[in-house]
């Protein structure tokens, strides 16, 4: 067990955190990324924004100051908007995830964040949650080693980015592949970055088989702590993507994740079927749970 904050208590459950604002303070339309996507999924209401010092330990200063000065809705990329609240949702979410470091807790938060860059938003992410999450880890709790598991369906390409070289930071993606961003695929793991891209139409089997190789290369890694960028758009019942992983997959896939490291903490990524997301975040709490 690394320093810092003590670790939840055997036995009790992972704690949710949210803020209901981030729906009001980011607004979307009918994007698929849409503000309902937090509602029902219950959750402790959290007061902390990210500082301009921790978000910068992830993002260039240019971007960050884009971000802020945006006065009216802009789109920021082909599928990513923002509007004149955008840049306080984004330092919301992003303080919400470092509260569930702290509490090794499951952060419940949009807009997402694993597709945004250094210096750039993309694929409906603004702020990389994630990556402010483990840099602050490392730099305000003393947790050296941080090990990130992406089980969205899509590749967390700006995550990839930001730790690319770093091997402190271990970054693993679960992802369909070829699929958007199109990052990802075949031949592009290297000594801290791992990438299982598998085809459409997996399943509980194929993500069972690929974790295998996960719990091998995160358990010689030895980190700290582990992040865990939980997306549910691999669900066999979302509209965004062709994965068939199902209810208890995810439970399977988030006690997995459990096991890996003495702390652990989640953030919320996709996940796009308001009908289906607040059972699956509970699954997800569950497994992580356990
Ligand atoms: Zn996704």
Known sequence: MGPGPARRPVGDAVELLTNP?????????????????LLGLGGETVERNATAEQLARAHTADYLALLERIDRPVQLDAD????????????????????????????????????????????????????????????????????????????GNGTEAIFRGDDSVLFVSLHQWPFYPGTGGPGTSDGSTLNLPLPAGSGDDE??????????????????????SAGFDAH???????????????????????????????????????????????????????
Do not use: K
């Open 236 to 290: 066999e019942q979302d509209p965004l993507a062709q994965m068939l992983v199902s209810d208890s997959g995810f439970r399977e896939l988030a006690q997995r994740c459990s096991a890996l490291a003495p702390r652990v903490a989640a953030v919320l990524e996709g996940g796009y079927n308001l009908a289906t997301l607040p059972r699956l975040v509970a699954v997800a709490q569950e497994g992580f749970s356990s």
């Open 207 to 228: 993500y069972r088989a690929a974790f295998g190789e996960v719990d091998r290369i995160v358990q010689s890694f030895a980190p700290d702590l582990l992040l865990v």
């Open 21 to 37: 604002a981030l729906a009001r303070l980011h607004p979307t339309g009918n994007h698929p990324e849409r503000q309902d996507r």
């Open 80 to 155: 990513t908007v923002a509007s004149e609240t955008s840049w306080q949702a984004a330092m919301l979410a992003a303080g919400i995830a470092l509260e569930a470091v702290d509490r090794g807790g499951f952060a419940l938060v949009r807009p997402p964040g694993h597709h945004a860059l250094a210096d750039r938003a993309m694929g409906f992410c603004l702020v990389n949650n994630v990556a402010v999450a483990a840099r602050y880890a490392q730099a305000e709790l003393g947790l050296e080693r941080v090990a990130i598991v992406d089980f969205d369906v899509h590749h």
